[in-house]
């Protein structure tokens, strides 16, 4: 083992770095042989610098203050030069890259294990004072991949395949940093989640990318401070951090100064969109000294959170003219965090054109709603507008949805019982004939009254006779109706064709008439429409003078 891993050093410190990936997806997950990391999503680019390749400037540090420590690894910090930063001049050597196992479940996640040292090379013996293993594992379908290292102080120790040093105490400030890209962009702005399990690292807008690293719950140690901000050394000579926080001085300048009793990190958080990167430290071991033969142990989550597809409430529907239509859309990452306060533009055609777009609440939820005005089917076209530009790019998630529009039902018409009267005749038998043409089918119903004391053979008597209720009179010493009825007909109408009603008078009527009375008659006409409603009455009074028979 220790001829293979020696051969194994060889190789690496003699030639580029390559890394191991492994299997699964969507996020693909790249170790090198000192520990940097990689990962990316298809059509996505790198989540860590650079853009392109397997091997990235992301990674875990020692950094070693000069008091209490070993003289070969005093005021060093220890980790891999990087292709653009963190440029370290003290390099892990490489020890060993397993093959990956696991099946990518989450209880047989994929699992590589790297393992690396610091040590001093230019020495044949007595050379080696901490072993790093790094394992690195991830579970297909996530978002992250998972790293812990495992340092074990081996000064003084008997370590198969390891020359070491002689039995010192180990005080340092263990790091994890990386060059984010987010989105293939180089330029983010800080981001910091309180947590419970903090949260750190930088998003891009206009990609809808977030990159970072999430704190991993114990028995791993909590961070103790943790920084996001410009990527090498403030002010940067390229100008890609042109504005920054006063407190930003740079991510891989404060790894490179990491060899104080001061923390690595400031906890500052800077907001400007700059080319960005992060980092975390523990230090527990600076306080307390990890002793020979004894392990520190942290873990960490590096994440790349990016653009998930729209989801769309319904993606069919089917509605009738004159109804509103309402699509939901929801936009997160593939974490399920929402996109709050971005534009949805939409358009939808071809057989009710309309464009526009909406903002999503902070749930990501916006609604999009509109009234169909015309039958046949409508297509809208949606996406997730990241940059604001109002213009569809490649990264923008999108969705099309489908809406039916049917023929509105015929309005039923209004219930109309009206009519136009043509004429109106009486005759002097005391017939009563009406015509006239309804607005609608319906009903229509002549009633013809006549004043009680017309028809009475004693007549009214006098009002002080017997007092009688407002709608009578006295008859013969009774209160009779003051008018009876002297006949009743109802017949079917249909709209628009005149009908003509004829009322006969009654025996009493036609009597009275013959003895040459004068009878004021009432006409009612009552229609009403077979649709419903009120009817419509209209009242004529008519005046027919009798004619006295003569006999021969």
């Given at each position: 083992m ?7 050093a ?5 030639s ?13 997950v ?16 790198n ?17 070693f ?5 070993p ?68 579970v297909n ?24 040093a ?26 910091f ?5 903090r ?49 930003d ?15 690595v ?35 960490i ?20 003219v ?9 936009a ?44 046949g089917?409508?297509t ?18 999108s ?11 015929p309005?039923?018409?209004s ?18 004939t ?5 607005v ?41 109706p003051?008018t ?28 009275a ?8 008659l ?8 077979r ?22």
């Amino acid at each position: 083992m220790l001829a293979a891993s020696l051969l194994l050093a060889t190789a690496i410190c003699g030639s580029a770095a390559v890394a191991v990936t492994l299997p699964g997806g969507p996020l693909s997950v790249s170790i090198a042989p000192l520990g940097q990391c990689q990962s990316s999503y298809p059509d996505t680019g790198n989540n860590f610098y650079p853009a392109r390749g397997a091997v990235g400037d992301c990674g875990f540090f020692m950094g070693f203050p000069d008091a209490g420590n070993p003289t070969f690894v005093q005021k060093k910090v220890f980790g891999f030069q990087g292709i653009q930063g963190p440029g370290l001049t003290s390099q892990y050597t490489a020890v060993d890259q397993g093959a990956v196992t696991g099946t990518g479940t989450p209880e047989d996640p994929y699992q590589l294990v790297t393992t690396f040292k610091v040590s001093d090379p230019a020495k044949a013996e007595n050379n080696d004072y901490a072993l790093i293993e790094d394992t690195t594992r991830y579970v297909n379908g996530e978002p992250q991949f998972t790293s812990t290292f495992d340092v074990e102080n081996v000064t003084g120790e008997s370590v198969p395949g390891l020359s070491t040093a002689p039995s010192a105490l180990l005080r340092f400030h263990a790091i994890y940093a990386g060059d984010l890209l987010t989105g293939e962009s180089d330029f983010g702005t800080g981001v910091f989640l309180a947590g419970p399990l903090r949260e750190i690292g930088g998003a891009n807008e206009a990609t809808g990318v977030f990159g970072g690293f999430v704190e991993a719950p114990p028995p791993s140690p909590p961070w103790s401070d943790y920084q996001a901000g410009c990527w090498d050394v403030v002010p940067e000579a390229e100008g890609r951090c042109p504005t920054t926080s006063p407190s930003d001085g740079g991510i891989w300048a404060a790894v490179r100064a990491g060899t104080g009793e001061a923390p690595v990190f400031n906890d500052d958080i800077d907001p400007n969109p700059i080319d960005n990167a992060a980092g975390v430290s523990w230090d527990d071991h600076l306080n307390r000294a990890l002793k020979p033969g004894e392990h520190a142990i942290y873990t960490i989550v590096s994440r790349a959170r990016i653009p998930s597809g729209l989801t769309i409430q319904p993606a069919t529907q089917t509605h009738t003219v004159g109804q509103t239509a309402t699509i939901l859309v929801t936009a997160s990452d593939n974490t399920g965090a929402p996109y709050a306060n971005r534009p949805v533009v939409y358009s939808i055609g071809a057989t009710n054109p309309k464009s526009g777009s909406v903002l999503t609440n902070s749930s990501g939820v916006a609604a999009i709603s509109y009234v169909g005005t015309a039958a046949g089917l409508d297509t809208a076209q949606v996406f997730l507008d990241l940059a604001a530009t109002g213009v569809r790019a490649n990264r923008d998630p999108s969705f099309a949805a489908k809406i039916a529009w049917a023929p509105a039902a015929p309005t039923p018409p209004s219930p109309n019982s009206g009519y136009r009267v043509q004429s109106i005749h009486a005759n002097s038998h005391g017939a009563i004939t009406i015509a006239f043409v309804p607005v609608q089918n319906g009903t229509a119903t002549v009633e013809v009254t006549v004043p009680t004391a017309t028809i009475s053979r004693h007549g009214a008597a006098a009002v002080k006779q017997r007092k009688c209720r407002r709608a009578q009179i006295p008859i013969k010493g009774r209160c009779r109706p003051r008018t009876t009825v002297s006949g009743k007909v109802s017949a079917s109408g249909r709209a628009g064709v005149a009908i003509r009603l004829t009322v006969k008078p009654s025996s009493k009527v036609k009597k009275a008439l013959s003895k040459g009375r004068t009878a004021q008659l009432t006409a009612k006409l009552s229609y009403k429409s077979r649709l419903g409603g009120k009817a419509t009455v209209r009242v004529f009074h008519v005046k027919v003078r009798g004619t006295r028979k003569h006999h021969g």
